[in-house]
């Protein structure tokens, strides 16, 4: 079994910042590929930013140049930085781990945190 646990999100104003942190447990043998997805009121789950094992990232087209992503390996976490929020990035935001192997095999579902909501708003 893997576990997500994120932390960070809350209320800023237009314009600010904020960081979004996830760490992966269980007995994980190697993670390949983590990320974020955000779901806002009324719309389908959608993806944020992804980075693999090797340090490839990939950001949907609204973040780019604004948020980054970036994973520490060893200790199987990644953190998002978001910098000149907008109000359309409000949203509930949810961590993601897929290709896993764990000490009991490779395990082919996806895997999601609880969510953390991110408010912008003036």
């Known amino acids: 079994q893997v576990h997500l646990v994120e932390s960070g999100g809350g209320l800023v104003q237009p314009g600010g910042s904020l960081r979004l942190s996830c760490a992966a447990s269980?007995?994980?043998?190697?993670?390949?590929?983590m990320g974020w997805y955000r779901q806002a009121p009324g719309k389908e789950r959608e993806l944020v930013a992804g980075?693999?094992?090797?340090?490839?990232?990939n950001y949907a087209d609204p973040v780019k140049g604004r948020f980054t992503l970036s994973r520490d390996n060893a200790e199987n976490t990644v953190n998002l930085q978001m910098n000149s929020l907008k109000p359309e990035d409000t949203a509930v935001y949810y961590c993601?781990?897929?290709?896993?192997?764990?000490?009991?095999?490779?395990?082919?579902?996806?895997?999601w945190g609880q969510g953390t909501q991110v408010t912008v708003s003036s």
């Open positions: 993601n781990a897929k290709d896993i192997i764990t000490t009991y095999g490779r395990l082919i579902d996806d895997y």
């Open positions: 269980g007995s994980i043998l190697s993670l390949n590929s």
């Open positions: 980075i693999t094992s090797g340090g490839v990232t």
